[in-house]
């Protein structure tokens, strides 16, 4: 009905599976949880930077979790949810603090509590029936779309552009220039070869036998291959 099938994406024709995916959800708690999550990432971001940004954010972190998790979860699963959407809203909040270094108090705090949220959430994700290649893809191309989406000003220059001075500062710092270029290449470049990997049959564990752990740790209370 919509969900990311591997097999369909790749074999049956049906890429649009890549975007569907993300508005479909496994269960009433399912959709709560991620909706609430939604609600106190988002508004912040879209009050901030508005509805064409983070939502551009939104829509392609969720395919680049989309992505990510067809790569490496090829045909044994099937996988719904936003949570490869709002990774990428934290993986933003992230980008957008180090872009915009400069004009923030209580960095630190700012920083380690974030962190912390992105990395409790990260590690639920190596439970059962949870798609964390989907959480990372959307935290990797949240993560550098705030580069290229959400640069500011440096402090003071919309204060100061219209008095008539002549040594006023440029309006981004040279960092933020370099990041942005970065970025914006490392996520073309990174969306290229992953969905030419995908449409070509490749499966991502071949390259990296480890890689599955990031989905799923067994213990002696749960097995992964159920």
Not at 116 to 145: K, M
Not at 152 to 158: D, E, I, N, S, V
């Amino acid at each position: 009905m919509g969900a990311l099938d591997w097999n369909k994406v790749v074999h049956q024709n049906q890429g649009w599976r890549l975007i569907s995916c993300i508005w479909l959800h496994a269960g009433l708690i399912h959709l709560v949880v991620n909706m609430l999550s939604l609600l106190f990432i988002g508004i912040r971001l879209e009050q901030q930077f508005g509805f064409f940004r983070i939502g551009a954010i939104y829509l392609l972190s969720g395919f680049g979790g989309s992505v990510l998790s067809a790569l490496f979860l090829h045909n044994n699963y099937i996988s719904v949810g936003a949570s490869g959407a709002l990774f990428g809203l934290l993986g933003s909040m992230l980008s957008e603090l180090m872009m915009n270094w400069t004009i923030y108090s209580n960095k630190a705090a700012a920083i380690i509590t974030l962190l912390f949220i992105i990395a409790i959430n990260l590690a639920i994700g190596i439970l059962p029936h949870v798609d964390n290649f989907a959480h990372i893809g959307g935290f990797v191309s949240g993560f550098l779309l705030g580069f290229v989406l959400l640069a500011r000003p440096q402090f003071g220059w919309m204060e100061r552009h219209e008095l008539p001075q002549t040594n006023q500062p440029p309006k981004y710092k040279a960092y933020q220039y370099v990041l942005w270029v970065v970025a914006f290449v490392l996520l073309l470049v990174g969306f290229v070869i992953a969905l030419v990997m995908l449409f070509k049959g490749k499966n991502g564990n071949d390259g990296c036998h480890w890689c599955h752990y990031l989905n799923c740790v067994p213990t002696s209370r749960w097995k992964c291959n159920t």
